[in-house]
């Protein structure tokens, strides 16, 4: 085990994450996963149905199994490990997409460019591509849908996490800002059948949300309304979500999508941020290098609960209490001052 290795043989471990990250990632873009539902195989099974080089993939699966996701018997046969379930394409909460993603080209040619990041403190995302993160992927379309198709993943996950942690019971009508096509929306609807709801996003993006809306069966209880966040924010409702929205964004932007929301607010409106919460300290946490990523990506980053008081303070909220959820994210509840 790696805590029983001298500190040069660990840091060397720590050094190949890189390698374990694209190794998972081939695999979820191959979906060796789903040819491993119905049971153990052979990489040269898993090779002809993929028409890739048997000895090749055999090596990368022998990898991935030696950190737990997959597993390989006395007879090279793989098969699934609790690790290597979430890359199953229809399992609940799959994080195949996802793993895609976070391994793929240009992932890989952002990161290589971190220490422009931390020169400068501008995302490498534009120094290697010429433009921003977000308008890359709206004009490059096998790009955007990797991203989207990761996006919706982890919406998946993130989505049941917080409809088994908060209670929304107490609400009339729930606003989802930034809500995409919905999914996080309908999951909360789904439970709550008195809840009504509003999905807000860019008139592009919610006009792709009547399907799933459908789909759940809760169309007829949510509104849908395009526009920016930045300039204004419905009111009308009991209680306004943002999952994922205020990572994206410095400072002065995170104020003003949060002041909007609160001139939006009636008294005893609830705003809720579904976010990581990054710990004080050497605590080890995903957020921390989460926020790596945001470094490069995008002008936003994580926070820890004392930054997130100080930025609802300056948005006219205060923090109510901060919920942890069954995945890396936690609720960070505010209310108007």
């Given amino acids: 085990m790696t805590n029983e290795l001298p500190p040069p043989a660990q840091l060397m471990q720590i050094l190949f994450g890189f390698a374990a990250s694209r190794a998972i990632g081939v695999t979820a873009e191959l979906r060796i996963a789903d040819l491993l539902k119905e049971g153990p195989k052979t990489a040269e099974e898993l090779a002809q149905e993929r028409g890739v080089h048997a000895r090749s993939l055999y090596r990368v699966m022998r990898a991935c199994a030696s950190i737990g996701v997959f597993s390989e018997d006395d007879n090279k046969k793989f098969s699934l490990t609790p690790l290597a379930e979430p890359l199953v394409s229809d399992a609940p909460g799959s994080l195949r997409a996802f793993a895609q993603m976070i391994s793929c080209d240009w992932q890989f040619q952002t990161w290589a460019e971190l220490p ?11 120094k290697v591509f010429g433009t921003s993160s977000f308008d890359y ?60 709801g509003l999905l807000y996003d860019m008139p592009a993006i919610v006009a792709e949300a009547e399907k799933l809306l459908q789909q759940h069966g809760v169309r007829d209880r949510c509104e849908i309304e395009g526009g920016n966040f930045f300039e204004t924010v419905p009111a009308g409702g009991d209680a306004y979500i943002m999952k994922h929205i205020i990572h994206d964004w410095d400072d002065e932007q995170c104020k003003t999508i949060l ?67 069954m995945s890396p994210f936690s609720i960070i509840e505010g209310e108007r001052k």
């Fill in 259 to 325: 002041q909007n929301c609160c001139n939006a607010m009636a008294e005893g409106s609830k705003v809720l941020v579904v976010e990581m919460v990054v710990p004080e300290g050497n605590e080890p946490s995903l957020s921390k290098f989460l926020d790596l990523q945001m470094l490069q990506f995008l002008p936003g980053c994580e926070r820890t609960e004392k930054e997130y008081i100080a930025l609802f303070d300056k948005a006219g909220l205060r923090v109510t209490r901060i919920i942890p959820t």
């Fill in 137 to 196: 992927f709206w004009s490059n379309e096998k790009a955007g849908k990797v991203f989207n198709d990761a996006m919706t993943s982890n919406s998946s996950f993130s989505s049941v996490a917080v409809l088994n942690a908060y209670d929304f019971s107490s609400f009339t009508k729930l606003i989802d800002i930034g809500g995409g096509h919905g999914f996080l929306l309908a999951t909360i609807l789904g439970k709550y059948e008195k809840l009504k």
């Fill in 116 to 126: 422009y990041s931390v020169k400068t403190g501008k995302p490498s995302f534009e």
